[in-house]
């Protein structure tokens, strides 16, 4: 993988992860009525059935998967059109 395309698909990886985890949140909160477990709040976690802790990090862990995919084959596309075509960029 050529260098610009690995920053470019960290810094997209980062970002959509941020984003996926706050809409994860929001969306966990909305569907159950608690908040979400968060490594922050360890009295809350501790609060919380295991069943729910780990239904929680396995949601969180299929959204982190599938954002870091988008992000890498987005990356490859943008970096792919503009060595193709460095005039348009």
């Known amino acids: 993988m050529k260098p610009l395309a690995k920053i470019l698909s960290t810094v997209v990886s ?7 985890s706050k809409v994860l949140s929001s969306v966990w909160t909305k569907v159950t009525g608690d908040d979400a477990p968060s490594s922050k709040n ?4 501790a609060q919380q059935s295991l069943t729910r802790v780990v239904t929680f990090a ?3 862990a299929g959204v982190a ?10 990356a ?3 970096v792919a059109r503009a060595t193709s075509n460095p005039e348009e960029v």
């Open 14 to 20: 980062l970002v959509a992860g941020l984003i996926g």
């Open 42 to 45: 360890k009295d809350a976690q």
């Open 58 to 60: 396995a949601i969180s």
């Open 65 to 74: 998967a599938l954002a870091n995919a988008a992000a890498q084959r987005g």
């Open 76 to 78: 490859q596309r943008i």
